[in-house]
């Protein structure tokens, strides 16, 4: 009897120290050191894309008098998309009040403003596995680049204080409502309907080059375009600049899988191979056509490669990648010099061509590539419905963006204008908008 009586006593001892998860309930979230030391890093990375990645990158194929204005584009943009993110962007962006699986309201297309400035937020709370505010800094980097990328579409033409209130107005109407929707969880539009955007084609991409064919279409060609020929003035800046965005951009869609695990390591690889055959056709199509391998066609074509696998990195495989990363590089060729020439637009340094298109590009064929049978991860996918899903996700964000974008650009250009003046545009934005010049006789 003494000893049945030990045994319940020990049984129940032990059933008291069990763990709270033990009686059904959830266990309380916690941290992951290996999942938060890689999204420090990817956070780091993706910042080094814009500064000073997209800088130099962009730096180097403007004309020499406007390089600086250029940089400080993108560094300026650095610091007022940071500020703009605090106070209400990670909210508009990420809040889930009101929100709930299969339930379309306003809450649907745009996050509240629970989270302003962060508040109630501190070192201890957890998103998922890292830390929240870590939360905040990785996908703060992604609302910094997007705008950024804007800024090739109207180099050596814009006023610096137009551009920032343009593209501060762009992020906060175009930029958050989309990123909710598509990365906002249960309840977000895109979320519930199934689309797929692992890293940004949607939210980054085609947002930036649809607001990028807008702009420089409304502010109109630089002067002498498309007569006077425009080379880039310091391609070995740009090349630079290349090297770091495509080593950033595996903190863009490695990180994206918010963990350090199979996931991250297989978008990572999926990101090289797509960025190294789309440069290797671009490359190939100018060797046929013009006789030599340009070095900046190889770039460029890298970058085309690295936009078209961006919301795919997450669902496809090798195979995939191979495949996105061919098509992106023949068909953004094509988007950047056929169709550009054709209907004359003056979309600087390609924005349009290889950011939106290929976003668009990664979008739709991440719906046949992501199946099981050409190496993806998705064993149950219905391509054609995932096609039409895709296709929805990709024209909805192209006409929002565009007709948000119009009317910011409208609004500005009443207000404080848009377009330096001829004779600035002559002299150089370096010393028109600054009063600096980048180089010295």
């Known amino acids: 009897m003494i000893q049945q009586q030990r045994l319940k006593q020990f049984i129940l001892g032990i059933l008291f120290c069990l763990p709270i998860m033990a009686w059904g309930q959830d266990a309380p979230a916690t941290i992951d050191s290996g999942d938060t030391a890689w999204m420090l890093t990817s956070t780091a990375l993706v910042l080094f894309m814009t500064i000073p ?32 993110w605090l106070v209400c962007g990670y909210s508009l962006s990420f809040s889930t009040t009101g929100m709930a699986a299969g339930t379309t309201n306003l809450s649907s297309f745009i996050g509240s403003l629970d989270l302003a400035f962060m508040k109630g937020v501190t070192s201890e709370s957890v998103e998922g596995t890292i830390p929240k505010i870590l939360h905040f800094a990785f996908q703060m980097t992604f609302f910094i680049i997007t705008p950024a990328l804007i800024v090739g579409a109207f180099a050596e033409r814009i006023k610096f204080s137009g551009m920032i209130v343009f593209l501060s107005l762009w992020a906060i109407l175009v930029y958050t409502p989309i990123c909710h929707m598509v990365w906002g969880g249960d309840g977000g539009f895109f979320w519930d309907r199934g689309v797929f955007d692992f890293a940004g084609g949607i939210v980054v991409h085609i947002t930036a080059g649809i607001a990028a064919l807008a702009a420089c279409i409304y502010i109109g060609p630089r002067t002498g375009y498309p007569t006077r020929a425009m080379p880039p003035h310091n391609l070995p800046m740009t090349v630079i600049g290349t090297g770091m965005l495509w080593v950033g951009w595996y903190g863009f869609n490695a990180g994206s899988a918010v963990s350090a695990n199979g996931d991250a390591a297989m978008a990572l690889v999926v990101t090289q191979i797509s960025a190294s055959i789309a440069a290797i056709v671009w490359m190939g199509i100018e060797w046929i056509k013009y006789g030599k391998p340009s070095v900046l066609g190889f770039v460029t074509g890298a970058i085309a490669g690295l936009a078209a696998i961006t919301p795919a990195s997450g669902h496809v495989g090798p195979f995939g990648a191979l495949c996105i990363g061919t098509t992106s590089g023949l068909i953004c060729w094509w988007a950047s010099t056929s169709i550009k020439s054709k209907f004359g637009y003056d979309d600087s340094l390609d924005v349009f061509g290889v950011h939106g298109v290929g976003g668009i590009v990664g979008t739709i064929l991440v719906a046949v590539f992501a199946h099981e049978m050409f190496g993806g991860k998705e064993g149950q996918l219905e391509i054609g419905k995932q096609l039409a899903t895709q296709g929805f996700a990709a024209v909805f964000t192209a006409v929002y963006t565009l007709i948000i974008t119009l009317i910011i650009l409208k609004v500005v250009d009443a207000t404080i204008g848009l377009r330096v003046s001829e004779s600035e545009e002559r002299e150089g934005l370096d010393v028109a908008s600054h009063g600096e010049t980048a180089y010295n006789d």
């Open 53 to 84: 990645g997209l800088a130099l990158f962009y730096g180097g194929l403007v004309h020499n008098r406007n390089v600086l204005s250029v940089l400080i584009h993108c560094f300026f943009l650095t610091a007022i998309m940071t500020i703009l």
